[in-house]
Protein backbone atom coordinates (compact mmCIF):
# COMPACT_ATOMS: atom_id res chain seq x y z
CA UNK A 1 0.00 0.00 0.00
CA UNK A 2 0.97 3.56 -0.87
CA UNK A 3 -0.43 6.72 0.79
CA UNK A 4 -0.30 9.90 -1.09
CA UNK A 5 -0.49 13.42 0.62
CA UNK A 6 -0.96 16.47 -1.33
CA UNK A 7 -0.32 20.51 -0.22
CA UNK A 8 0.63 23.49 -2.25
CA UNK A 9 -2.20 24.29 -3.52
CA UNK A 10 -4.48 27.42 -2.96
CA UNK A 11 -5.54 30.99 -4.78
CA UNK A 12 -3.38 32.49 -7.13
CA UNK A 13 -3.74 35.32 -9.30
CA UNK A 14 -3.36 34.69 -13.19
CA UNK A 15 0.42 34.85 -14.66
CA UNK A 16 0.93 33.79 -10.78
CA UNK A 17 2.99 30.28 -9.70
CA UNK A 18 2.03 27.83 -7.17
CA UNK A 19 4.30 24.14 -6.09
CA UNK A 20 2.48 21.47 -5.30
CA UNK A 21 3.87 18.60 -3.26
CA UNK A 22 2.74 14.80 -2.80
CA UNK A 23 4.64 13.08 -0.03
CA UNK A 24 4.43 9.02 -0.36
CA UNK A 25 4.19 6.98 2.57
CA UNK A 26 4.43 3.41 2.72
CA UNK A 27 6.16 0.82 -0.41
CA UNK A 28 9.31 1.88 -1.73
CA UNK A 29 8.38 5.26 -3.43
CA UNK A 30 11.10 4.58 -5.95
CA UNK A 31 9.50 2.11 -7.90
CA UNK A 32 6.06 4.08 -9.26
CA UNK A 33 6.04 6.09 -11.66
CA UNK A 34 4.13 9.24 -10.28
CA UNK A 35 1.71 11.42 -11.96
CA UNK A 36 -0.23 14.16 -11.58
CA UNK A 37 -4.37 14.74 -12.54
CA UNK A 38 -6.80 17.80 -12.41
CA UNK A 39 -10.29 17.90 -11.70
CA UNK A 40 -12.21 21.08 -12.52
CA UNK A 41 -16.13 21.38 -11.41
CA UNK A 42 -18.47 19.99 -14.02
CA UNK A 43 -15.52 18.20 -15.64
CA UNK A 44 -13.73 15.00 -16.36
CA UNK A 45 -10.49 14.17 -14.23
CA UNK A 46 -7.63 14.56 -16.92
CA UNK A 47 -3.78 13.81 -17.06
CA UNK A 48 -1.45 16.59 -16.69
CA UNK A 49 2.41 15.42 -15.91
CA UNK A 50 3.73 12.24 -15.26
CA UNK A 51 7.28 11.48 -14.44
CA UNK A 52 8.99 8.33 -14.09
CA UNK A 53 10.99 6.63 -11.19
CA UNK A 54 14.35 7.65 -12.01
CA UNK A 55 13.06 11.21 -13.12
CA UNK A 56 14.43 10.58 -16.47
CA UNK A 57 11.06 10.58 -18.58
CA UNK A 58 8.28 13.11 -18.11
CA UNK A 59 5.51 13.84 -20.36
CA UNK A 60 2.78 16.86 -19.98
CA UNK A 61 -0.56 17.69 -21.15
CA UNK A 62 -0.48 19.66 -24.16
CA UNK A 63 -2.38 22.46 -22.15
CA UNK A 64 0.34 22.68 -19.47
CA UNK A 65 3.29 21.86 -21.55
CA UNK A 66 6.05 24.92 -21.04
CA UNK A 67 4.23 26.20 -17.98
CA UNK A 68 4.19 23.19 -15.33
CA UNK A 69 7.23 21.13 -14.40
CA UNK A 70 7.09 17.74 -12.67
CA UNK A 71 10.02 16.44 -11.14
CA UNK A 72 10.59 13.94 -7.77
CA UNK A 73 12.89 13.44 -4.96
CA UNK A 74 13.12 10.11 -3.79
CA UNK A 75 15.37 10.59 -0.80
CA UNK A 76 12.02 12.93 0.19
CA UNK A 77 9.08 10.14 -0.96
CA UNK A 78 8.28 13.42 -2.89
CA UNK A 79 6.88 14.57 -6.01
CA UNK A 80 6.48 18.03 -6.61
CA UNK A 81 4.16 20.10 -9.73
CA UNK A 82 5.75 23.78 -10.47
CA UNK A 83 3.12 25.43 -11.63
CA UNK A 84 4.03 29.12 -13.24
CA UNK A 85 2.00 31.55 -15.58
CA UNK A 86 -1.45 29.96 -14.09
CA UNK A 87 -4.11 30.87 -16.06
CA UNK A 88 -8.01 30.72 -14.78
CA UNK A 89 -8.44 27.85 -16.70
CA UNK A 90 -6.48 25.47 -14.38
CA UNK A 91 -8.70 26.09 -11.53
CA UNK A 92 -9.26 22.18 -10.33
CA UNK A 93 -8.63 20.31 -7.45
CA UNK A 94 -5.07 18.63 -8.43
CA UNK A 95 -4.36 15.01 -7.63
CA UNK A 96 -1.20 12.91 -7.17
CA UNK A 97 -1.40 8.90 -8.22
CA UNK A 98 1.14 6.34 -8.34
CA UNK A 99 1.72 3.84 -11.01
CA UNK A 100 3.27 0.52 -9.76
CA UNK A 101 5.88 -0.67 -11.77
CA UNK A 102 6.86 2.78 -13.12
CA UNK A 103 4.50 2.52 -15.45
CA UNK A 104 4.54 5.72 -17.17
CA UNK A 105 1.30 6.51 -18.63
CA UNK A 106 -1.79 9.47 -18.91
CA UNK A 107 -4.10 6.80 -18.38
CA UNK A 108 -5.57 7.59 -15.21
CA UNK A 109 -7.13 3.57 -14.84
CA UNK A 110 -3.36 2.63 -14.90
CA UNK A 111 -2.61 4.24 -11.49
CA UNK A 112 -3.11 2.29 -8.82
CA UNK A 113 -2.88 4.61 -5.71
CA UNK A 114 -4.21 8.42 -5.31
CA UNK A 115 -4.30 11.22 -3.04
CA UNK A 116 -7.01 13.33 -1.44
CA UNK A 117 -6.28 16.32 -3.81
CA UNK A 118 -5.36 19.63 -3.45
CA UNK A 119 -7.93 22.46 -4.53
CA UNK A 120 -5.79 25.28 -6.74
CA UNK A 121 -7.56 28.12 -7.78
CA UNK A 122 -6.69 30.62 -10.14
CA UNK A 123 -8.20 34.34 -10.28
CA UNK A 124 -8.30 36.35 -13.50
Known amino acids: QVQLVESGGGLAQAGGSLRLSCVASGRTFSSYAMGWFRQAPGKEREFVAV????????YYADSVKGRFTISRDNTKNTVYLQMNTLKPEDTAVYYC?????????????????WGQGTQVTVSS
Open 51 to 58: ISWSGGTA
Open 97 to 113: AAADGDIVTTLSRRYDY
